[in-house]
Structures are given as structure tokens and as C-alpha cells.
């Protein structure tokens, strides 16, 4: 699936595409702000999905002076699948956080990155993870085993999988191996920084451990 166009799930068409920008907000859109937001789309083949879905009672039609304004009919039956279909990407956040937060304390900080994140994936695209496991192997509880951590990464690879038909690609540190690649001035890391949206620990903890990589950025830039 494609987070950034969560109703190709269900319909390839245009019409999704414009049940997607409807369902973002209670506002009322114009074409021409619709074919803003969806760039590759022609004004007649708006209007025409518009008149369909407004037949079909799921968009509501306006119009003032000679403006015509639409609007997602919320009190529509179809209209909590549609809004739900449109949360997709927080639906799967939410879901992994929660997965991600019975892992204990081995797990110090993950982060979806990549076209996950950025909303420029494709039907091809991965769901890339960055994982930083903890370095110290003091807390020796069943899930700081070694093994169990190997059992939870292919786990949740797996269920990303299940969740949305795109492979999950786990990018795994320890504290230590972060602390290195920050100091080498890894590229990837500054990504994850920029882009990443975190769904384990916190950010702040993250850029503490990449202040190697801010410090030579300033020391190129002297």
C-alpha cells in the first residue's frame, strides 16, 4: 500500500484520490483547490467524481453566488470508513508504538524513515524502521535476551508485512554502533533526524546521540 494515498487500498481511481482530500478536513474545497492538492488531476475529471459522489449522497454540494463548494457528508453512512481510510498513516503509527512499547527496556528508540515518512511511497516501496537496541547488557530480563531481540526484529518485520503488503526493513544500531557511525558522520542518521518519525523513545534522545554529526557539520561549514 501506498500510506501517503491511503484509498488506492480499496479503489485505484480518481475518486479515492478526492475522498482523500475531502475527508483531511471539515471545510468546504472548490475544484480548483482540489486540483491544487492533487496536482496530476484535471479539473473536469474532479468535477465529474464530485458529481458521482454527491449522487451518491457521500459529498455535499453548494453553491454560493457562482462558486461551487463541496464537502464530505459526515452524517453519511459511508462516512466513518471513509474517515477512517484516511487516517491509515496514524492508524499504523499508533500500531506500531504500541507494539514497539512491549518490547522493554532493550529498545531505546525506533523510527519510521524513508518514503514511509516522507509521503513519497509507491506500490513497490518498503517500510523502512531504524531501531537502537541498548549497549549495556546489565538488564539481563527475558526481553533483553539477545535471542528474543532477534525473535522481535523478524516479529516486526512480519507483522509491518501483514499490516500494509509492503516489506519491513529494519535498520538495527546498538547504543555503542550510534555513537561510532554518529562520530564517522553517517548519513544515514542525519535522514532519520530530519525525517524520521519516532514511534519508540524520544527525539530528544536520538539528537543527543547525534551531536558528533552537528558538530561536523559546523566544522566543515568554519
Given at each position: 500500500m501506498q500510506l501517503n494515498r491511503p484509498f488506492a487500498t480499496?479503489?485505484?481511481?480518481?475518486?479515492?484520490?478526492?475522498?482523500?482530500?475531502?475527508?483531511?478536513?471539515?471545510?468546504?474545497?472548490?475544484?480548483?483547490?482540489?486540483?491544487?492538492?492533487?496536482?496530476?488531476?484535471?479539473?473536469?475529471?474532479?468535477?465529474?467524481?464530485?458529481?458521482?459522489?454527491?449522487?451518491?449522497?457521500?459529498?455535499?454540494?453548494?453553491?454560493?453566488?457562482r462558486t461551487n463548494t463541496y464537502r464530505l457528508n459526515t452524517e453519511h453512512l459511508a462516512a466513518e470508513p471513509i474517515l477512517a481510510l484516511s487516517r491509515l498513516t496514524a492508524t499504523f503509527l499508533n500500531r506500531l508504538e504500541a507494539h514497539l512499547g512491549e518490547w522493554g527496556k532493550a529498545l531505546k528508540y525506533a523510527a519510521v524513515f524513508g518514503s514511509a515518512a516522507t509521503g513519497r511511497m509507491t506500490l513497490g516501496s518498503d517500510i523502512d524502521l531504524f531501531l537502537v537496541r541498548a549497549s549495556d547488557p546489565k538488564p539481563l530480563g527475558r526481553q533483553e535476551d539477545p535471542e528474543i531481540w532477534e525473535q522481535q526484529v523478524s516479529e516486526l518485520a512480519r507483522s509491518v508485512t501483514a499490516w500494509t503488503g509492503n516489506d519491513g526493513r529494519v535498520v538495527e544500531y546498538t547504543e555503542d554502533e550510534l555513537r561510532t557511525a554518529a562520530a564517522a558522520g553517517e548519513p544515514l542518521l542525519s535522514e532519520v533526524a530530519r525525517q524520521g518519525l519516532t514511534v519508540a523513545g524520544t527525539r530528544a534522545w536520538l539528537n543527543r546521540q547525534l551531536r558528533p554529526i552537528d558538530r561536523a557539520a559546523t566544522a566543515r561549514r568554519a
Open positions: 480499496v479503489t485505484p481511481t480518481l475518486d479515492g484520490d478526492v475522498l482523500g482530500v475531502l475527508a483531511t478536513s471539515e471545510v468546504t474545497f472548490t475544484i480548483t483547490q482540489i486540483q491544487r492538492v492533487l496536482t496530476t488531476a484535471s479539473g473536469e475529471g474532479i468535477r465529474k467524481v464530485l458529481t458521482r459522489l454527491t449522487a451518491q449522497g457521500v459529498v455535499l454540494h453548494d453553491q454560493v453566488g
